[in-house]
């Protein structure tokens, strides 16, 4: 018997979750708008029209990896730990959550942050974005109604301050080489809420 050649392991071993995570990593390395369907049929080993006995095009590809990303954050919204309780603690527990989010799919939300808005995809993603910072928004002004922090910044600027150290993590962080999601998540909350909190003794 002959034995497989890398190439048919590959091709035999392909399936739609590994033709999509191949497929960000691509995107992430190139560019979307850079990377052509030859650009993923060579990365994946295969022919093109293989990669379309999975998926009908690139630009379905990118819907399934901004909705990979998209769909935790949503799901961490509707967790009732995110809508019960002290806005505070709703607040430092999304926090966290997204932390662990974004190093537990770590190629997808990098490449949800890379989108610029050039296709009907992209805006949908981007309007799905905008809702998630709604909702924090929405959580730091009930936690300044509450006294629990600072009245005097303005809830939309915590929340693009905070989501940006939460969202920079993609630009360095290496998942060999970094601290683990807790220990992220441990600093920044102290770094960030270490100046939002209010002393109740003050």
């Known amino acids: 018997m002959a034995t497989p050649t890398p ?3 590959r091709r035999r071993g392909h399936d739609p979750e590994s033709v999509l995570a191949t497929a960000v990593g691509v995107f ?4 979307y708008d850079g990377t052509s369907m030859e650009d993923l049929a060579r990365a994946l080993g295969v ?9 009908p095009g690139k630009e379905q590809l990118l819907s399934r990896a901004l909705d990979r990303a998209l ?3 949503f799901e961490m919204v509707a967790d009732e730990r995110a809508s019960s309780g002290a806005a505070i603690e709703r607040l430092e527990w999304v926090v966290r959550q997204s932390v662990r989010l974004l190093i537990d799919r770590l190629p997808y939300v990098t490449l949800l ?5 050039n296709s009907g ?10 809702e998630f910072d709604r909702f924090i928004s929405r959580l730091v002004t009930e936690a300044a109604t509450e006294g629990s922090i600072r009245a005097d910044v303005d809830p939309g600027l915590v929340t693009r301050l905070l989501f940006g150290s939460v ?3 993609t630009e360095w962080y290496q998942p060999a080489r970094g601290a683990s999601a807790d220990d992220l ?5 102290k770094m960030t809420f270490g100046g939002l909190r209010v002393d109740p003794a003050a």
Do not use: P, W
């Open 167 to 169: 969202n920079s993590i």
């Open 71 to 73: 769909d935790g954050l």
């Open 121 to 130: 995809t992209e805006l949908a993603a981007l309007e799905r974005r905008r």
């Open 185 to 189: 998540a441990d600093a920044l909350l």
């Open 47 to 55: 022919t093109k029209s293989a990669i379309y006995y999975h998926v």
């Open 7 to 9: 190439t048919r392991q």
């Open 113 to 117: 942050l890379r989108v610029r808005g």
């Open 28 to 31: 992430n390395e190139r560019g």
